[in-house]
């Protein structure tokens, strides 16, 4: 069992930027392909970024292409999202999720492929 806590959310304005933080208690977090959704109220859950268990390869839909950037530090066990140039749409609870992989360079992009999930944190964007 893993257990994935999100941290760095919170209110801002409109073209400023913030950083999530998700740490996973397990020693082994080299295994896992990791990646942030997200969701807003009334929508489906969304990818927003993903990147392979190696830090080789990273994906991001076209909404956040250019604005986020997912990077992982192996050695502390921990996945970031850097947001920048936030707009109001980037409004959404934001989860991280990990999947245990046996390629070092396979990224994942659907939802039910991962195993665990975070509790989420809030960010919100005002105009």
């Known amino acids: 069992q893993v257990q994935l806590v999100e941290s760095g959310g919170g209110l801002v304005q409109a073209g400023d930027s913030l950083r999530l933080s998700c740490a996973a208690s397990?020693?082994?977090?080299?295994?896992?392909?990791m990646g942030w959704f997200r969701q807003a109220p009334g929508k489906e859950r969304e990818l927003t970024a993903a990147i392979s268990r190696s830090d080789s390869r990273t994906y991001y839909p076209d909404s956040v292409k250019g604005r986020f950037t997912i990077s992982r530090d192996n050695a502390k066990n921990t996945v970031y999202l850097q947001m920048n140039s936030l707009k109001p749409g980037d409004t959404a609870v934001y989860y991280c999720?990990?999947?245990?992989?046996?390629?070092?360079?396979?990224?994942?992009?659907?939802?039910?492929?991962?195993?665990?999930w975070g509790q989420g944190t809030q960010v919100t964007v005002s105009s």
């Open positions: 397990t020693r082994t977090f080299n295994t896992y392909a």
């Open positions: 999720a990990a999947k245990p992989s046996q390629y070092a360079w396979t990224i994942y992009r659907r939802a039910e492929e991962y195993y665990y």
